[in-house]
């Protein structure tokens, strides 16, 4: 119950900060799906998941050059039905695409992508430039 003694209008800056904050957090325009994800770098390599429930090898696509990958794809919305009033719909729907400047060059010829139970697991070798070299010192 609001009284008056517990009410407090809100400054300016908390509205702006609340609106911002709602804007990035929650993008007006739907019809694109940033795709969150996971990433491990390993000494000779890094590992990339993400959540892609729903969707197949087929529907997504890998691209590796230098020290990027990029990761594009589609999560198509249902097929509207007339017979139905949507209640709830918080899922979105969409094109993705996300690129990644990973610390080191990349190995693309031996890259590997696999989809198991709705989750995208890329495993992108570090090329041996980068990786790190050992040399051995000569006393004289």
């Known amino acids: 119950m609001l009284t008056l003694t517990n009410y407090r209008p809100l400054r300016m800056s908390e509205v702006m900060d609340r609106l911002f904050d709602e804007s990035f957090a929650r ?3 739907y019809d694109s799906y ?3 994800l996971d990433v491990q ?7 990339i998941t993400a959540a892609v429930p729903g969707l197949k090898a087929e529907d997504l696509n890998v691209e590796v050059t230098g020290e990027m990958v990029t990761l594009r794809g589609e ?3 249902p097929a509207p039905d007339e ?5 709830l719909q918080e899922r979105r729907y969409g094109k993705f695409a996300r690129t990644l400047n990973l610390p080191a060059e990349l190995n693309s010829a031996q890259a590997e992508a696999a989809v198991e139970n709705g989750v995208l697991t890329l495993r992108l070798p570090k090329a041996e430039t980068a990786k790190p070299k050992i040399i051995q010192i000569k006393a004289k």
Do not use: G, H, M
């Open 27 to 29: 993008p007006l325009a």
């Open 34 to 36: 940033a795709l969150p």
């Open 41 to 47: 770098a390993k000494d000779d390599e890094y590992v």
């Open 75 to 77: 999560i198509f919305a």
């Open 83 to 87: 017979k139905t009033e949507w209640l």
